[in-house]
T-cell receptor
């Protein structure tokens, strides 16, 4: 059975801290790993990773994939209160469907 | 205008009632999905459709049915709603032809079954 696990499930930090969110997956016919940010509404796309070891960056956010060990991390540096959200990762089962993890709820305190 | 729309945005219904949630998209994507989200469980796939004639069950299809009326429309029905179907429901689309596989989500429908 396809599965995606995220850790931690919940995290509270203060502004300026750096956080690392983890995502591991077991998916047949894996093609890509996607990260989404969900505030109070629909998830919004952050990154798509298809190749091992190639870091993707967007401002203070970065992510990398390890296809040998079947995991990905999402780093957020110099966190701000606006980073407070649920971060979801999803494994793309070669376009058949997307398997989502439970999400990590990040709270950034001022 | 939003690319993926859902109606209604909020709905309260009683146990045993039939209810339909509708999703429309203007992105021209072939693939459409219905998910439900429960606290602590992330998004779980109910049904997905790769085109008008191709509909597939997801992880939790029991108690639900779908209809793909056109490329742009994908409806989810609860034939006889029950309280444990209270959840936030999302429709999503994706398109493989561009090589970008991310999904685009609608704003969600909050359904409460009493």
């Amino acid at each position: 059975e396809d599965k995606v696990v995220q850790s931690p499930l919940s995290l509270v930090v203060h502004e300026g801290d750096t956080v690392t969110l983890n995502c591991s997956y077991e998916v047949t016919n894996f093609r890509s790993l996607l990260w989404y940010k969900q505030e109070k509404k629909a998830p919004t796309f952050l990154f798509m990773l298809t190749s091992s070891g190639i870091e993707k960056k967007s401002g203070r956010l970065s992510s990398i994939l390890d296809k040998k060990e079947l995991f990905s991390i999402l780093n957020i540096t110099a966190t701000q209160t606006g980073d407070s959200a649920v971060y979801l990762c999803a494994a793309d089962n070669y376009g058949q469907n997307f398997v989502f993890g439970p999400g990590t709820r990040l709270s950034v305190l001022p | 205008d939003a690319d993926v729309t859902q109606t209604p945005r909020n709905r309260i219904t009683k146990t045993g009632k039939r209810i339909m949630l509708e999703c429309s998209q203007t992105k021209g994507h072939d693939r459409m999905y219905w998910y439900r989200q429960d606290p602590g469980l992330g998004l779980r796939l109910i049904y997905y459709s790769f085109d008008v004639k191709d509909i597939n069950k997801g992880e939790i299809s029991d108690g639900y049915s779908v209809s793909r009326q056109a490329q742009a429309k994908f409806s989810l029905s609860l034939e006889s709603a029950i309280p444990n179907q209270t959840a936030l429901y999302f429709c999503a689309t994706s398109d493989l032809t561009t090589g970008h596989y991310e999904q685009y989500f609608g704003p969600g429908t909050r359904l409460t079954v009493t």
